[in-house]
């Protein structure tokens, strides 16, 4: 069993910048990825950025530019750099890490952008 846990949420201004950690704990065996999703409310789920076990990485179009994923294999720890936030990225974000054929959920971290 995998545990995921993500932190570094919060409220900021636009323009400004948070950094989301995901760490991952428990049994993993072989390569990973990691994506990290987001949802605000009454809208669906987004994909934000993926992260494969090589290091290759590819972000939703709404936010290349500004954030960032990166790992830290380790420390089995996934991180997302977001910055010149806008009130748009106000959402609830979660990571999800693949592991062969499972897949786990961490419970998310809010962030809200607001002035």
């Known amino acids: 069993q995998v545990q995921l846990v993500e932190s570094g949420g919060g409220l900021v201004q636009p323009g400004e910048s948070l950094r989301l950690s995901c760490a991952a704990s428990g049994s993993i065996f072989g390569p990973y990825a990691v994506t990290w999703y987001r949802q605000a409310p009454g809208k669906a789920r987004e994909l934000v950025a993926v992260?494969?076990?090589?290091?290759?990485?590819n972000y939703a179009d709404s936010v290349k530019g500004r954030f960032t994923i990166s790992r830290d294999n380790d420390k089995n720890t996934v991180y997302l750099q977001m910055n010149s936030l806008k009130s748009e990225d106000t959402a609830n974000y979660y990571c999800?890490?693949?592991?062969?054929?499972?897949?786990?959920w961490g419970r998310g971290t809010q962030v809200t952008v607001s002035s």
């Open positions: 999800n890490l693949i592991n062969g054929p499972k897949s786990y």
């Open positions: 992260i494969q076990n090589g290091g290759s990485t």
